[in-house]
C-alpha cells in the first residue's frame, strides 16, 4: 500500500509525499494451502498485490523484511485529483486545455510548492500516461511477503539438564530443512505481473543463554540413545562453563532456574520471473526458544 501525506492544497499548489512501506514476512501459516513437492513446499493463494486506484500506477506491493527489499514505485504515478483528495476537483480546467478531463496529482513529485505544471496536472479523458506493468522483482517482493515460514522445533541432548564441562548437542527438526516457495502477482493499471520467491534456510544461529552464541550450517544432529557415544558426532554443541544458578526459572522455582536458549533459522530469499530473470531478496529469520538447567557433576572420592 502506498502512503500519502498532503500539506496542503492551495489553488493548484500542493504538497504531497510518496512512501512505500515495509511489511515483514514471518513466521506461521501460509496465506493459503500447502502443496509438497519432492523436497520443496508451496505455500501461499498464488494471488497478491494491489489492483491500484482509479486511473493510478502505483504497484502497491511492499516488500520482504531486510534493506533493500522495497518494491519500486513506478513513476510517474498519476491518480485522479478527486481521489487524492476527495471532495475536491482541483478547480476549473486551464485556458486552452482540452476537453472533458479532469486534474490529476503525480504521487511521486516531492517538495513544496509544487505547481500545476509539476505535481499536479491537466489530463483529456484517456490521454493519462500509463507506465509499465509492474517489475518481475516487484512481484517476487510481493511473493515473498507472503512467505509462511515455519518456527524451528528444538531439540537439545541432554534434554532436562545439561551439565558444567559436557557438551550439549544442538538440533532442530530438520523436516523444515528445504526450500519454501509462493507466487504472487503485483499490479498497476499497466497490468500484472507474477513472479515466485523462495526461502531456503542457511544457517541456524543459537542463542546459549551465557552469553555464548553458536553458528551451524545446517539444522544439526540429535544424539541417538541407542548408539554408543563413539558411533555418532555433531559439529553443532555448546559446552557451558558455568551452572544456570541465578538464571530465571521458568516455573518460578530457584531451584529450576535455567538458561534461555534461542535458535534462529537465516532463511536465503531470491525471486524468479515468468520472463527468465531473477534476483536475491533480503534475508528472512524465523526463531524459537526453550529452557535448559544446567547444573554441576558431583564426584564423589572414595
Not at 515468468?274 to 533480503?282: C, E, F, Q, V
Request: proline content about 9%.
Amino acid at each position: 500500500m502506498v502512503s500519502r501525506r498532503a500539506f496542503g492544497i492551495a489553488a493548484l499548489v500542493t504538497v504531497l509525499s510518496a512512501a512505500v512501506p515495509t511489511s515483514s514476512a514471518f513466521a506461521g501459516g501460509g496465506s493459503g494451502g500447502c502443496a509438497a513437492s519432492g523436497n520443496t513446499l508451496t505455500c501461499g493463494s498464488g494471488v497478491g498485490g494491489d489492483l491500484g486506484r482509479g486511473g493510478g500506477n502505483s504497484s502497491g506491493s511492499g516488500s520482504t523484511s531486510g534493506d533493500g527489499g522495497a518494491a519500486q514505485q513506478h513513476c510517474p504515478d498519476y491518480v485522479p485529483y478527486s481521489v487524492e483528495f476527495p471532495g475536491a476537483d482541483g478547480g476549473p480546467p486551464p485556458v486552452g486545455a482540452v476537453q472533458p478531463g479532469a486534474w490529476y496529482v503525480d504521487l511521486c513529485a516531492v517538495g513544496f510548492g509544487l505547481g500545476m505544471g509539476i505535481g499536479v496536472q491537466w489530463f483529456a479523458t484517456g490521454q493519462v500516461p500509463v507506465s509499465p506493468p509492474p517489475s518481475p522483482a516487484t512481484a517476487g517482493a510481493q511473493a515473498a511477503s507472503e512467505l509462511g515460514l515455519p518456527e524451528p522445533s528444538l531439540a537439545l541432548s541432554p534434554a532436562t539438564t545439561g551439565y558444567v564441562n559436557l557438551a550439549e548437542w544442538l538440533s532442530i527438526a530438520p523436516a523444515i530443512w528445504h526450500p519454501f516457495t509462493t507466487s504472487a502477482q503485483a499490479c498497476n493499471a499497466g497490468g500484472c505481473t507474477a513472479a515466485t520467491a523462495t526461502a531456503t534456510p542457511a544457517v541456524v544461529t543459537w542463542s546459549t543463554g551465557d552469553g555464548s552464541s553458536v553458528t551451524c550450517s545446517g539444522p544439526g544432529t540429535a544424539y541417538d540413545p541407542m548408539l554408543g557415544p563413539g558411533a555418532q558426532s555433531t559439529s553443532c554443541s555448546h559446552t557451558y562453563t558455568a551452572t544456570s544458578a541465578g538464571q530465571p526459572s521458568p516455573d518460578g522455582n530457584p531451584n529450576d532456574a535455567a538458561f534461555t536458549v534461542t535458535a534462529t533459522v537465516t532463511w536465503s530469499v531470491s525471486w524468479s520471473g515468468p520472463d527468465g530473470s531473477a534476483g536475491a531478496l533480503p534475508s528472512l529469520v524465523t526463531g524459537a526458544s526453550t529452557s535448559l538447567k544446567v547444573a554441576q557433576i558431583e564426584s564423589v572420592n572414595s
